[in-house]
């Protein structure tokens, strides 16, 4: 008997906490990406934004950077950010989050990669970022790497 009352308490708890883990959940799974997603380096300017370097020129520290995307099917709750990140030996020097049509400073204003120079790998992602049922969720759309002069 007191076996059957600590497994029936057991099953109990085992309960509670499958009903709280699902608390929120609807059913209904995310829309999912059904079209394409693309991004590339578009253009790389002057640090001042004035000059649009020639086509082919390698970006570098203190330059300006867009990309073309293209977003593919998001879900109604989801919307598009470019996250880019520079990197020297593996760490993070320069990182930066941005509607996809805007332009972004390497190095920005105050970065690692201003103080010490030199050259980076960077990172653009194409992400889709969004909340649903209290609960934040980024997903990698598409994704794009160049190298930058110091």
Same mark, same amino acid.
């Given at each position: 008997?007191?076996?059957?009352?600590?497994?029936?308490?057991?099953?109990?708890?085992?309960? #509670?906490?499958?009903?709280?883990?699902?608390?929120?959940?609807?059913?209904?799974?995310?829309?999912?990406?059904?079209?394409?997603?693309?991004?590339?380096?578009?253009?790389?300017?002057?640090?001042?934004?004035?000059?649009?370097?020639?086509?082919?020129?390698?970006?570098?520290?203190?330059?300006?950077?867009?990309?073309?995307?293209?977003?593919?099917?998001?879900?109604?709750?989801?919307?598009?950010?470019?996250?880019?990140?520079?990197?020297?030996?593996? #760490?993070?020097?320069?990182?930066?989050?941005?509607?996809?049509?805007?332009?972004?400073?390497?190095?920005?204003?105050?970065?690692?990669?201003?103080?010490?120079?030199?050259?980076?790998?960077?990172?653009?992602?194409?992400?889709?970022?969004?909340?649903?049922?209290?609960?934040?969720?980024?997903?990698?759309?598409?994704?794009?790497?160049?190298?930058?002069?110091?």
């Amino acid at each position: 008997m007191r076996k059957m009352v600590v497994t029936l308490a057991a099953l109990a708890t085992i309960a #509670v906490f499958a009903a709280a883990s699902t608390a929120g959940y609807n059913g209904k799974a995310s829309k999912p990406n059904s079209g394409t997603s693309s991004i590339a380096l578009a253009s790389v300017m002057s640090g001042d934004g004035t000059t649009k370097l020639a086509a082919g020129v390698k970006p570098a520290l203190g330059d300006r950077v867009t990309f073309a995307t293209t977003v593919g099917s998001i879900a109604g709750w989801e919307y598009p950010m470019v996250d880019l990140e520079c990197r020297q030996n593996g #760490v993070i020097v320069f990182s930066q989050l941005d509607k996809p049509d805007a332009t972004f400073l390497l190095g920005g204003g105050s970065s690692e990669w201003l103080t010490t120079g030199g050259v980076a790998t960077c990172t653009a992602d194409l992400d889709a970022y969004g909340t649903k049922g209290g609960a934040w969720s980024v997903r990698v759309l598409s994704e794009t790497s160049f190298d930058a002069a110091g």
